[in-house]
């Protein structure tokens, strides 16, 4: 009797054991079951989190349960990556960046890890590109123009950048690559670039063109150039870096969700395949990426979204040595 006791026991601990470990892990099978948290590496009003915020409202409903994004900012990232990566893996917590504040922070040494700290689930957008720009009252008319001012006055020109990340480094790559000679300053991200750059606190930086869009077309800022390795399909007018001779000169920046190392791989498909479908099934988000991104929609599979991320992985650490 008391082995029957000690086994019937050993089953029922058994059960509750596979039974939190599946809650823990999530249920795959009927996922999603309740809300989602997604996890925005960057502040309000910025591209990363207007892309995140839009992707998640279609997910919200698409999927049927709420989607709720937070923001965790700072260092260009960095601190909610280092945060989350390590965060519950039962598929209702993601992370939403974007891929040049990942491949940078780890080239930089910002961060000690890279895209493969997490299970990435999909790029799901491109930027509108980040466009190296100057004032309109500059003398400076083009991207060689600037580069070579640098070179013959070195050190007088003032560069916005922000320290980690897709922006510093383009700054490197024309430091190292091309011979220019700027004074950087870290004067935070696109917004804050953008305001020191109208203030005439810097001479020149880079910016998302949805960030100095009117600006541009107001005549107040003129780009240079976008460093987008194309030119983006709604802005035919703005010649790329690489094709004015700078080859090294390119930063395709993109957006993707992340989930927690440990994640279940079903989730992670699942939750690829219902971001897919928004991105090119739906009009409204596609009417929404035209006029925030200036992209087509665009999307990548689990495996694709992989292999992207180490591709701009390997093209940051070229460079690694410079920032250290």
Known sequence: MKKILVAVSVLVLSLGFFSCTEEAQGDPEN???RGITVISTHGAGGDTDFNARLISRFLERDLGVPVTVVNVTGGNGNIAMSQHRHGPSDGYTFIMTNTAALSGNEATGMADF???????VSIFGKQSGENIVVRADSPIMTLTDLIQNSIVNPDTMRFGISIGGGVH???????ETEGARF????????????VSLLGGHVDVTILPFATARDHIETGTLRPLSTILSQRPDLIPDIPTAYEQGYTD??????????????????????????????????PEFRTEVN????QEPWGLSVYETRVALEGQRRH?????????
């Open 169 to 175: 480094t383009a700054f490197i790559i024309m430091q």
């Open 31 to 33: 996922w999603p079951t």
């Open 291 to 294: 006029r925030f991104n200036l």
């Open 114 to 120: 890279g895209w493969d700290a997490f299970e990435p």
């Open 183 to 194: 004074v950087a300053m870290d004067t935070g991200d696109a917004a804050a670039r953008l």
């Open 316 to 324: 940051f650490m070229r460079f690694a040595e410079f920032f250290r």
């Open 249 to 282: 000169l390119i930063l395709d920046t993109m957006y993707v969700a992340l989930a927690p190392r440990g994640t279940n791989s079903l989730i992670v498909e699942r939750l690829n395949t219902a971001i897919l479908n928004i991105v090119y099934n739906d």
